[in-house]
Every structure is written in structure tokens, then in C-alpha cells.
């Protein structure tokens, strides 16, 4: 049984950090695409970072983009999200995802994690 779990979600100040952390169990980790998606109180959920099965790769929005870092330990079966320059409009339950293929969208992911609440106050 496949299970993504993330920890790492709490409240910050605009213009702070947070390390997200999303532990994975059950699927041969190194074999998997891992992103990380956000969805905020009425709203979609979104992509927000992608990384590839050996980490080489990096995908992100241009809503991120240089102020998130998506990586990942093959050997703790572990994708992190490093989340700097925090703003109100971040806040969102943060989820990470996995899947075979390279992929930016809600649907195109096979797994899920629960997620986890990130706030961030002004």
C-alpha cells in the first residue's frame, strides 16, 4: 500500500521560510516522479514543484520560481520542498504526489499524500 506523508506545515511570518517534508512507504521510491501541489480555500488545487526520479530535473510555476526548491533523498524515500520569501497568497494545504511520468496536473498524478497546512500571516 502506497502512502505519502508530509509534515513540515505550520504558520510563518510573510517573508519566512519552511522546509516541507513528504515521506513516501510502499512504491519503489527512486522509480517515481514527485511533486508537490497546493490548494488554497476555495480554490483548485495547483502544481507547485516537480522533480525527477533521479533529481536531476526541476519543474516549477512561474509562482515559485526562484523562491521554492523542490529536492529529494532516493535513499530516506523522502521529496522536500524548501519554501523562502513566504507571502499571504502561499497559504494552502500543501500535498505531495507521485507518479511514473513527468506530469504538472491534478489528474496526471497516481498518488496522493493528505497534506499538510502552511499559513502564512501579514
Known amino acids: 500500500q502506497v502512502q505519502l506523508v508530509e509534515s513540515g506545515g505550520g504558520l510563518v511570518q510573510a517573508g519566512g521560510s519552511l522546509r516541507l517534508s513528504c515521506a513516501a512507504s510502499g512504491l519503489t521510491f527512486s522509480s517515481y516522479y514527485m511533486g508537490w501541489f497546493r490548494q488554497a480555500p476555495g480554490k483548485e488545487r495547483e502544481f507547485v514543484a516537480g522533480?525527477?526520479?533521479?533529481?536531476?530535473?526541476?519543474y516549477y510555476p512561474d509562482s515559485v520560481k526562484g523562491r521554492f526548491t523542490i529536492s529529494r533523498d532516493n535513499a530516506k524515500n523522502t521529496v522536500y520542498l524548501q519554501m523562502n520569501s513566504l507571502k499571504p497568497e502561499d497559504t494552502a494545504v500543501y500535498y505531495c504526489?507521485?507518479?511514473?511520468?513527468?506530469?504538472?496536473?491534478?489528474?496526471?498524478?497516481?498518488?496522493w499524500g493528505k497534506g499538510t497546512l502552511v499559513t502564512v500571516s501579514s
Open positions: 522533480i525527477s526520479w533521479s533529481g536531476g530535473r526541476t
Open positions: 504526489a507521485a507518479c511514473f511520468r513527468v506530469v504538472t496536473t491534478v489528474d496526471g498524478m497516481d498518488y
